[in-house]
Nanobody
Framework: VQLQASGGGSVQPGGSLRLSCAASGSSFRGNVMGWYRRAPGNEREWVASITGTGTTNYSDSVKGRFTISRDVAKNTVYLQMNRLKSEDTAVYYC????????WGQGTQVTVSS
């Protein structure tokens, strides 16, 4: 099973980015997928998750600014990030649960003026 994240980059405060995570080797249809992040010097932090039926949950720090979605046919999960802040700077990791929690390789998001 592989989770390949992409879409990270550098953006100014207030800007937007869209992360994608494509799963291969196994289908996560019906399973929870999500995003975590780790900022420099900080612990890993859960960001958002989406169930197999499309129920979404967000951490308080991103609620109202980030949107998680998925394309079941493409076995892909997305994270639309709007109104980005400097404190959103981190490496973002996608996850998918099939018994155990699988992790992607991470993609860097830098928010700076």
């Amino acid at each position: 099973v592989q989770l390949q994240a992409s879409g990270g980059g550098s953006v100014q405060p207030g800007g937007s980015l869209r992360l994608s995570c494509a799963a291969s080797g196994s289908s996560f249809r019906g399973n929870v997928m999500g995003w975590y992040r780790r900022a420099p010097g900080n612990e890993r932090e859960w960001v958002a998750s989406i169930t197999g039926t499309g129920t979404t949950n967000y951490s308080d720090s991103v609620k109202g600014r980030f949107t998680i979605s998925r394309d079941v046919a493409k076995n892909t999960v997305y994270l639309q990030m709007n109104r980005l802040k400097s404190e959103d700077t981190a490496v973002y990791y996608c996850t998918g649960r099939r018994g155990i929690l699988y992790w992607g390789q991470g993609t860097q998001v830098t928010v700076s003026s």
